[in-house]
Nanobody, 124 residues
Framework: QVQLVESGGGLVQAGGSLRVSCAASGLTFSSYAMGWFRQAPGKEREFVAGISWTGSTTYYADSVKGRFTISRDNAKGTVYLQMNSLKPEDTAVYYC?????????????????WGQGTQVTDSS
């Protein structure tokens, strides 16, 4: 059974930093490209960042470029999202997702598995 479990969300002030993690099990993690998406109240789920299965290539939404960093540790089966200089508009539930089939990092339907999400909230 494939599981993606996010952790590390919480309250953070504007300008602060937070790192969220996603631990994968039940799959060959190194064969999957991984992505982070987020969904704010009343809005659609949107792409945040993606990383290739080797970790050599990364992709970011324009809204987070220069502030967020995606990384992965294939030995631990975990993908991370380091978020710096957080803004109120970054408040959302953050989801990780696994992509085995390829396609576009930014398209939700190209991902095979999803986690349950972790909440990140601006406390300002």
């Amino acid at each position: 059974q494939v599981q993606l479990v996010e952790s590390g969300g919480g309250l953070v002030q504007a300008g602060g930093s937070l790192r969220v993690s996603c631990a994968a099990s039940g799959l060959t993690f190194s064969s999957y490209a991984m992505g982070w998406f987020r969904q704010a109240p009343g809005k659609e789920r949107e792409f945040v960042a993606g990383i290739s299965w080797t970790g050599s290539t990364t992709y970011y939404a324009d809204s987070v470029k220069g502030r967020f960093t995606i990384s992965r540790d294939n030995a631990k089966g975990t993908v991370y999202l380091q978020m710096n200089s957080l803004k109120p508009e970054d408040t959302a539930v953050y989801y990780c997702a696994g992509n085995y089939r390829g396609g576009s990092y930014g398209i939700r339907d190209d991902y095979d598995y999803w986690g349950q999400g972790t909440q990140v909230t601006d406390s300002s």
